[in-house]
């Protein structure tokens, strides 16, 4: 399978494996339950359990081997009761068969077979129905899922948007339109918005929660489409055309479907979904580590903070994660109260070249957060953003609103992958960097090389610099 279309694939397939496989331990318990109120099991304990974990097995296996779940979000109603009774009753069978060669049929009661064969037929479809619920009407609303824009002609945008609202999709939600050929900008299309023109759609894209484009525009404008695809690919963005096109010689194409369209698909950015899934696990295990540390020292850092200033100990701020999604930052606060109101005074000092605000000797700093940031203490809360999802342990530097607002393309791809805790810029000197354009280098030389590997690499540099407090100022 093409690697951009893996994550979909991937995630539907593990989830359902997930409760299929609750599904048949919950039905097989019952179905004892009810078959054996004493809870004696008629001397045959191991036996019963020996047969759960078959059905576990066989429940894995098949759906590993069948993929039977592959149409699993195009199938309707009786099309779902239908595959799930011929789902019930290959599992049912099958595991009688075992049974016999195991020369436990004769003690195994009947009941069992009953209670089990209808719980999980019901727990099986149920559990599909509400799975489906689920992800079409909360998950594909969310800000978790890809947001879409559609990029067409005034001639067709209408027929596109009707399709794609159609179809039958869950990852993606359909948010912006851009009309090419004629300024429709304020109008709305099944309740769509049309935000851009062909002469703003490049600059309205930096400054939105954008995951990927379709377009949809004829062969006459294949120099205009060539442009247009090379812009959101210097941003990490995921494009779909759905018209061949033999003529563009662009790297990471690949053809597949999209919302019904035949498509060729462009990114650069691809990275294996399995390892992303990798990657989310130990963010979960190493953010409550951290939280259990956060909790343990914040008595005594919230002690001297409030000693020192007036004002709260948490500092949140509104930052820039994935694809432009805003979320709230948590450190502990290290200036005074009325730094952001200062900052313009200080604008002049500035020690970074770009967007970034670094200096010396900044005077809003607090002597508690002074050492705080020299220690880097004050970055512990943001576990926390961990543990939601809003960021990473290792990736790059997620950016304030005002630097967000200046974006271009090329900057704009360092939001192509979550933001992290550390990454390249943190552990090579992160106060002696004077560029914000060196800042932007590092977080693109970091997605280009990104593998688990590199992130474990990071986390040990990341320890070095806090024990040896090399760049934190």
Same mark, same amino acid.
């Given at each position: 399978m093409n690697t951009i279309y893996r994550k979909s694939h991937v995630v539907k397939t593990y989830s359902l494996i997930f409760l299929e496989t609750i599904g048949v331990a919950l039905s097989y318990f019952i179905a004892l339950l009810l078959r054996f109120e004493d809870y004696t099991f008629d001397n045959h304990f191991d036996m019963?359990?020996?047969?759960?974990? +078959?059905?576990? #097995?066989?429940?894995?296996?098949?759906?590993? #081997?069948?993929?039977?779940?592959?149409?699993? +979000?195009?199938?309707?109603f009786f099309k779902e009761m239908w595959a799930v009774g011929k789902y019930d009753i290959i599992i049912t069978v099958l595991s009688t068969t075992f049974l016999f060669f195991t020369k436990d049929a004769y003690d195994f009661s009947r009941l069992v077979f009953v209670y089990f064969a209808i719980g999980n037929l019901i727990s099986a479809y149920l559990l599909h129905i509400g799975f489906k619920e689920f992800m079409f009407r909360y998950y594909k609303k969310s800000m978790n899922s890809d947001k879409l824009m559609v990029i067409t002609d005034s001639a067709h945008v209408d027929k596109v948007v009707d399709r794609i609202m159609e179809s039958k999709h869950w990852n993606y939600e359909l948010t912006y339109i851009a009309v090419t050929d004629k300024n429709m900008i304020g109008q709305e299309i099944k309740g769509i918005p049309v935000v851009a023109t062909l002469d703003n759609v490049i600059d309205l894209s930096t400054q939105v929660v954008l995951d990927r484009v379709f377009i949809s525009l004829p062969k006459t404008e294949i120099t205009v489409v060539r442009d247009m695809i090379l812009e959101f690919e210097a941003m990490g963005i995921l494009c779909h055309y759905n018209i061949e096109m033999d003529e563009l010689n662009l790297d990471g194409k690949e053809a597949g479907s999209f919302a019904g369209f035949s498509v060729i698909s462009f990114s650069i950015v691809n990275m294996d979904f399995r390892r992303l899934m990798i990657k989310r696990v130990f963010d979960v295990i190493g953010s409550l580590i951290g939280i259990i540390f956060t909790i343990i020292l914040y008595p005594f850092i919230a002690l001297a903070i409030k000693i020192e200033s007036r004002g709260p100990v948490i500092f949140k701020q509104e930052r820039i994660?994935?694809?432009?999604?805003? +979320?709230?930052i948590y450190k502990y606060r290290s200036m005074y109260q009325d730094a952001e109101e200062r900052l313009a005074e200080l604008k002049s000092k500035n020690e970074v070249e770009g967007l970034m605000f670094k200096m010396e000797d900044d005077p809003?700093?607090?002597?508690?957060?002074?050492?705080?940031?020299?220690?880097?203490l004050d970055e512990l809360p943001q576990f926390f953003n961990v543990l939601k999802g809003d960021m990473s342990l290792v990736g790059t530097r997620p950016p304030t609103v005002n630097e967000f607002e200046h974006y271009n393309a090329h900057y704009k791809r360092r939001l192509s992958i979550t933001p992290g805790l550390t990454g390249m810029w943190q552990v090579n000197g992160r106060?002696?960097?004077?560029?914000?354009?060196?800042?932007?280098?590092?977080d693109l030389e970091y997605i280009d090389n990104w593998s688990l590997r590199l992130d474990f690499k990071l986390i040990l540099q990341t320890i070095g610099v806090v024990?040896?407090?090399k760049g934190s100022k």
């Open positions: 019963y359990v020996n047969y759960g974990v +078959f059905l576990l #097995v066989m429940t894995l296996l098949y759906s590993i #081997v069948t993929d039977w779940n592959r149409d699993f +979000f195009e199938r309707g994660g994935k694809n432009g999604r805003h +979320f709230m809003r700093i607090t002597k508690v957060g002074k050492f705080l940031r020299k220690t880097s106060s002696d960097i004077k560029d914000f354009d060196e800042v932007v280098r590092l024990i040896f407090r």
